[in-house]
């Protein structure tokens, strides 16, 4: 979940609207990348049940407002000043979050087909509207990361589940650096489900409007659309990636980069990159992420929201998430001051504790 929402005063942040048979969501934040408030879930949540018991919906659409992104992720500028005492509720700093993943486990589950356009930026908890569901159509402006290592936080909105379903260690190399992809390696890595021209997007919600029944309907009807992305860049990558992001430690997969990149070969100036990068994101969130995808290999859906859930509790009581808002939304410095600073001050039972259980307070689905 990341996305700076900054301020505004309209009251159609999210809009609902009919097209035939079809019900279409429009995030319609543009100013603010999309990025998801609280009340925007909580308007978002009682729709799609109300369009799931009715009969004469039979597909739901999300697209986003604008030229920019489809959705940059979630409020953390709220979470942020709600967690420090600044502004609104400190329960936000647990409300948010389990709303929001609720929210994300139904439309995963969600017995009508759903479909997520995700044309432009997509980061954090806009990938947690579109990833999990049943569709997910890219365009030549889809921009897809998960980058909230960089902000003292991990990849959440179920990215235990889908980042450990790429093949390889792509899912982790996405985790931990932040890196960007366009819609051929959206489609390789199993994020998007089909690319789809964006000059041609009014014209498939049209054809969906007026066609979509069941599931092979709407899958015939993408197929028809359906166009070619060009060459994904990632599986060209892999080998390395795969070299790098097998160690059992953040200090042993910079040191597979740092080798890489003195071995002087094709990927050298990528490992260096990707070394740098890592070193710039908080060595605690690092830390947690390699753990959270390790053990999550094989989660469903409920498995990783539940163990997501538990970390952020455990990360909204620590320092660096705050840190990271700070630097990045609040000030704009880009220099956070992570604590601890290094991972060499990080021992594993401070990663342990990330990990303990809320006890009553976990997340527990109906």
């Known amino acids: 979940m990341i996305g700076d929402t900054g301020r505004m005063a309209e009251s159609d942040d999210i809009l609902f609207s009919r097209a035939g048979g079809l019900g279409v969501v429009t ?82 589950r969600y017995r009508k087909p759903y479909l997520a356009l995700i044309d432009g930026i997509t980061m954090g908890g806009g990938a947690g509207v579109s990833v999990n569901g049943r569709y997910r159509v890219a365009t030549e402006r889809t921009m897809l990361a998960m980058p909230e290592t960089g902000i003292g936080l991990f990849p959440d909105v179920g990215a235990t589940r889908f980042l450990t379903l790429c093949p390889g260690q792509i899912g982790r190399y996405l985790g931990l650096t932040g890196a960007r992809l366009g819609a051929a390696d959206a489609l390789y890595c199993g994020f998007a489900t089909h690319f789809v021209a964006r000059e041609r997007i009014d014209e498939l919600v049209a054809m969906l409007a007026g066609d979509a029944g069941a599931a092979s309907q709407v899958e015939t009807i993408l197929g028809t659309f359906a166009a070619d992305p060009g060459l994904a860049s990632v599986p060209d990558r892999q080998p390395a990636i795969d070299r790098c992001f097998a160690g059992d430690t953040v200090e042993a997969i910079l040191a597979a980069l740092a080798h890489e990149a003195g071995a002087g070969g094709a990927d050298a100036e990528w490992a260096a990159q990707t070394h740098a990068g890592l070193l710039t994101k908080s060595p605690t969130s690092l830390k947690i992420t390699l753990r959270q995808l390790t053990i999550g290999r094989g989660y469903d859906l409920e498995a990783a929201l539940r163990l997501e859930y538990r970390l952020t509790q455990h990360v909204m009581a620590a320092h660096d998430f705050y840190e990271g808002i700070r630097a990045v939304l609040v000030d704009r410095d880009h220099k956070p001051r992570w604590r601890p600073a290094s991972l060499a001050a990080i021992d594993d039972s401070m990663v342990d504790s990330y990990f303990v259980s809320l006890g009553a307070g976990e997340l527990r689905f109906d």
């Open 27 to 108: 995030l319609n934040r543009s100013r603010a990348l999309n990025a998801f408030t609280l009340d925007m879930y909580r308007d978002f949540a009682p729709k799609l049940r109300e369009w799931e018991a009715d009969a004469a919906i039979r597909a739901v659409v999300i697209r986003g407002a604008g030229e920019r992104a489809f959705c940059a992720g979630g409020d953390v500028r709220a979470v942020y000043e709600a967690g420090r005492g600044i502004a609104g509720d400190r329960a936000l700093t647990s409300v948010f979050f389990r709303e929001e993943y609720e929210l994300i486990r139904h439309l995963h």
